[in-house]
């Protein structure tokens, strides 16, 4: 075969696999399955993206070789994670990433590119500051980095040189590829810094780069302003390209308390931070390891789907063990180091060692009494985070726009922000009403508090609202409204922006407040998938008995981002007059919402053919309730009245 | 910036979904295919400001984003083995030349994957690559003589 038959064997075989992944419904297995009709030309369209306009998807019937239901959105779980026995030896140090590289030229110092980005925890007091430094081979050929780091903020002056012969292990660079340093800090003092948006950045060791002054961002004048001991500049070594363990684009920082009596418990507090200006995934949980004094242990950190860290994102866990009554502090400084590893990255705190304390002396004797031996409950996320304080939430409101002919209630979506610097909880139902409308006498008061969301800072949940026409007449300002939460012990009543609603949503016959719950705690990353997603109901006021219901759904993305669904994650939806029927969308290609677009499903669904035999189901009599819902998401759906006749 | 209004970024995007699919399906690990075009189409909604239409068309710059997106993947992700039928590998020469394509290097892969599986013109390759057409044929022609050997060794 010479090149030119090569050639053709591959454009032959391309358009055959193109052909083969265009087709529709490559990978139904049920040929029997029935394709329900579609509306409008757009329905060829594989991508029902159609700008402002509104397109309309088909929806197939369920199909019995999919699973019946598929795991909800991943939710962000902040662990408290035990000290648990871990079978691992020792961690693996070894890395395919890394390559000895000896044969490698050198990196001239106007071949690279860096800078630094450093996360700087929310509470400074015994914590150190750790931080990346990124190095990007901006030329054209393979070069080798291999030095020790060491860095002080733009100004300060080296009065300590740091003469350690050690290198490191070297990072080979193909062009364009990034290697990276950990940069940990404590006890700095930022006097004589004159601006910390840069770094000085000393290479040793490495043929040519000498000394760089470096873009620094996240860091901040008050994680220097620290007094203590440690070292007065940080420092690192390359670690191997970011193509090697995802855990170490992330940094990690350890706050532990001042001190620990021998004996008693260290409850530390670990925190990883995505930095950097890409997501990074981790393929597994990271084993940490532990060290107080000479007593070392690994174990597996319990990170459960924490997996994917956005841009910024941070996820802390809290770590507590048993100091053990041998741990012994130097006499001369009553004060050791306590250590924690997550890969190759390390970060410590001082603590000091106190005696156990006395035991209590006993002023009588108690006499054995046979007890029942229980086990005490594991905690949990929910029960060991607090109650959100009210000034630490943010909070924005987004209302679809209703369609001209729909006939349900007004849906919007609420996103909570923990702007504070505490892992806290939200536990609340909640009524909300136009700002100066008027509560109605008794409406909205529940005891049930629906599901929790535990917010780590940044965090964000995603709540549906509902509105059956809250009365909006007179004085109301559609701009605002009045999110009032029942039952959450910090949370007060407070006016909220409210974002696309519109004086023309709120006539309607059906209620008088709006009503919402939180449903499941996300965070900032970018798959919110569904749950921002609003839902408006289309169908006819009434049917008759046995008939087929058809009606549209319309999913709107009312916020200010883009939301996707895939394949992957397509929802499954359950729909029906009285009886839910499980389907699921057909999202065989990618559907993207626009801040702000809508799409529009078309779905059948049968009326129920006898009446009902206590003849009270719906809002009124000869009423049903005709409901959709995503499966994924409790409260994101909307139900809405029609006559059976 | 035509995508800088919100309406308008889905308008901008959805003409490319089906290329970036066949490039996230080509280059991807088993299964990731659907996640990678998500994830690009939601860093490209938050680069679109860094588009620049004189540095290659609105494709060429999202089927970058999709390459980079797949690179991160395949780094993080284990080997699998797919228990899923393929569509069009029913015979051996397709097999074989399946696994010819396995054997190219990284840089190799995304020229073929680019050129005869998701159809873009040379130079369209070389805007997604970042490189100049001639490298861009040179790139295929080493795929091809390796893949050439490959399929004679099997032979």
């Known amino acids: ?645 | 910036m035509r995508a800088g209004a919100d309406g308008e970024f889905a308008d901008w995007v959805s003409p490319h979904v089906v290329a970036m699919s066949r490039l996230a399906a080509r280059l991807a690990p088993d299964g990731d295919r659907d996640d990678i075009v998500q994830e690009s189409l939601v860093r490209a909604w938050r680069k679109r400001s860094t588009y620049d239409d004189a540095r290659g068309s609105v494709l060429t710059w999202l089927l970058a984003i999709v390459a980079d997106q797949c690179r991160r993947s395949r780094v993080r992700s284990r080997p699998t083995t797919s228990l899923v039928d393929s569509p069009v590998t029913d015979s051996p020469a397709d097999v074989d030349l399946e696994r010819g394509l396995l054997r190219l290097s990284e840089r190799q892969r995304l020229a073929v994957s680019l050129h005869y599986f998701v159809g873009l013109s040379v130079r369209e390759c070389a805007d997604v690559m970042r490189c100049s057409e001639g490298t861009v044929k040179s790139t295929l022609y080493d795929a091809r003589t390796r893949l050439r050997a490959a399929l004679e060794v099997r032979a």
């Open chain 1, 1 to 645: 075969m010479n090149d030119e038959e090569m050639d053709a064997a591959l454009r032959e075989y391309g358009g055959r696999w193109r052909d083969a992944q265009d087709a529709p419904d490559v990978t139904v297995r049920t040929p029997a399955a029935r394709r329900w009709p579609v509306a409008g030309a757009a329905a060829a369209a594989v991508l029902a993206i159609v700008g402002g306009a509104v397109g309309v998807q088909s929806l197939r019937e369920p199909d019995a070789s999919r699973p019946a239901s598929i795991p909800g959105p991943t939710p962000r779980i902040v662990a408290v994670v035990p000290w648990r026995p871990q079978p691992v030896a020792q961690p693996d140090d070894t890395d395919p990433g890394a390559t000895a590289g000896e044969d490698v030229p050198a990196c001239r110092r106007d071949e690279l590119t860096m800078e630094a980005r450093f996360a700087v925890p929310p509470a400074l007091r015994d914590a150190t500051v750790a931080g990346l430094l990124e190095l990007t081979n901006a030329s054209g050929r393979r070069c080798r980095v291999q030095s020790k780091v060491l860095w002080r903020p733009d100004g300060v002056r080296a009065d300590r040189g740091d003469t350690t012969a050690e290198l490191g292990r070297p990072a080979v660079l193909d062009p364009g590829e990034i290697a990276v340093s950990h940069l940990h800090w404590w006890g700095q003092r930022c006097q004589g810094a004159s601006d910390l948006r840069r770094i000085r950045v000393d290479f040793s060791g490495n043929d040519g780069l000498g000394s760089a002054t470096v873009p620094a961002f996240g860091l901040v004048r008050g994680a220097c302003d620290r007094s203590g001991d440690g070292g007065d500049r940080g420092g690192g070594g390359w670690t191997v390209p970011l193509v090697g363990h995802a855990e170490r684009q992330l940094a990690l920082t350890v706050q532990a308390p001042r001190e620990v009596a021998q004996g008693g418990v260290l409850q530390l507090r670990a925190t990883l931070t995505n930095p950097t200006t890409r997501p990074v995934t981790l393929d597994e949980c990271p084993v940490v390891r532990m060290e107080l004094g000479d007593i070392a242990q690994h174990h597996t950190l319990d990170c459960g789907s924490v997996r994917l860290f956005a841009p910024g994102d941070s996820v802390q866990f809290l770590l507590e063990a048993p100091a053990g009554r041998s741990v012994m502090a130097p006499e001369d400084s009553g004060r050791e180091r306590v250590s924690v590893s997550v890969g190759a990255q390390h970060a410590s705190a001082p603590i000091r060692i106190l005696p156990p304390p006395a035991p209590t002396p006993a002023s009588s004797a108690v006499p054995w009494k046979p007890d029942r031996v229980t086990t005490a409950p594991t905690p949990t996320a929910h029960e060991s985070a607090p109650s959100c304080a009210e000034d630490a939430l943010e909070m924005t409101a987004y209302f679809a726009p209703p369609t001209a002919d729909q006939r349900g209630p007004v849906a919007g979506v609420l996103e909570i922000r923990n702007v504070g610097e505490l892992i806290c909880r939200v536990q609340s139902k909640f009524s909300f009403l136009p700002k100066g409308a008027k509560m109605p006498d008794g409406a909205g008061v529940t005891d049930e508090l629906g599901p929790p969301a535990i917010l780590a800072p940044g965090d964000l949940a995603v709540s549906s609202l509902t509105w059956w026409g809250a009365e909006c007449g007179g004085q109301a300002d559609l701009a605002r409204i009045d999110l009032i939460p029942h039952s959450n012990d910090r949370l007060e009543q407070r006016d909220i922006q409210a974002i696309g609603l519109k004086r023309g949503a709120c006539p309607r016959p059906f209620g008088d407040i709006g009503s919402g719950s939180w449903a499941v705690t996300v965070t900032r990353r970018p798959d919110l998938g569904a749950l921002r997603l609003t839902v408006g109901l289309d169908a006819p006021a009434s049917v008759r008995r046995g008939e087929t219901v058809r009606f549209t759904v319309t999913l709107t993305n009312p916020s200010n981002e883009p939301v996707a669904l895939n394949r992957a994650k397509c929802p499954i939806v359950a729909f029906g007059v009285d009886t839910l029927e499980k389907h699921r969308l057909q999202c065989k290609d990618n559907y993207a919402f626009a801040p702000g677009q809508s799409v529009r499903f078309r779905f059948e669904t049968k009326a129920p053919a006898q009446p009902p035999a206590d003849g009270s189901k719906g809002p009124g009599d000869g009423t049903a309730l005709l409901q959709w819902h995503f499966d994924a998401m409790p409260f994101g759906g909307q139900s809405i009245p029609v006559t059976v006749e």
